[in-house]
């Protein structure tokens, strides 16, 4: 059974940094498509980053720039780097994981609360 769990989210003030992390178990990591997720109040969650198993990335157009995404395999850790955040970054951030093989395997966090305001 693989989990997911994120942490770092919390309260940050507009231009401010956060670190989110999340941590992978039961399964061999490093085959996964990897990425992040949010969902804000009132609205459908969207796609943020992902990182390929080849370590490829891509970024939505509202974080480019500002969000970096990483990993390292051998702690089955996930990371996103956040900077210069702003308000309408503020919402609930998930952490996801695939596999594709003959089935798709898709794997979710529990979110953690990320909210930028003064």
């Known amino acids: 059974q693989v989990q997911l769990v994120e942490s770092g989210g919390g309260l940050v003030q507009p231009g401010g940094s956060l670190r989110l992390s999340c941590a992978a178990s039961?399964?061999?990591?490093?085959?996964?498509?990897t990425g992040w997720y949010r969902q804000a109040p009132g609205k459908q969650r969207e796609w943020v980053a992902t990182?390929?198993?080849?370590?490829?990335?891509n970024y939505a157009d509202s974080v480019k720039g500002r969000f970096t995404i990483s990993r390292d395999n051998a702690k089955n850790m996930v990371y996103l780097q956040m900077n210069s955040l702003k308000p309408e970054d503020t919402a609930v951030y998930y952490c996801?994981?695939?596999?594709?093989?003959?089935?798709?395997?898709?794997?979710w966090g529990q979110g953690t609360q990320v909210t930028v305001s003064s």
């Open positions: 039961g399964t061999i990591f490093r085959a996964y498509t």
């Open positions: 990182m390929t198993s080849g370590s490829s990335t």
């Open positions: 996801h994981a695939r596999l594709l093989g003959l089935t798709t395997l898709d794997y």
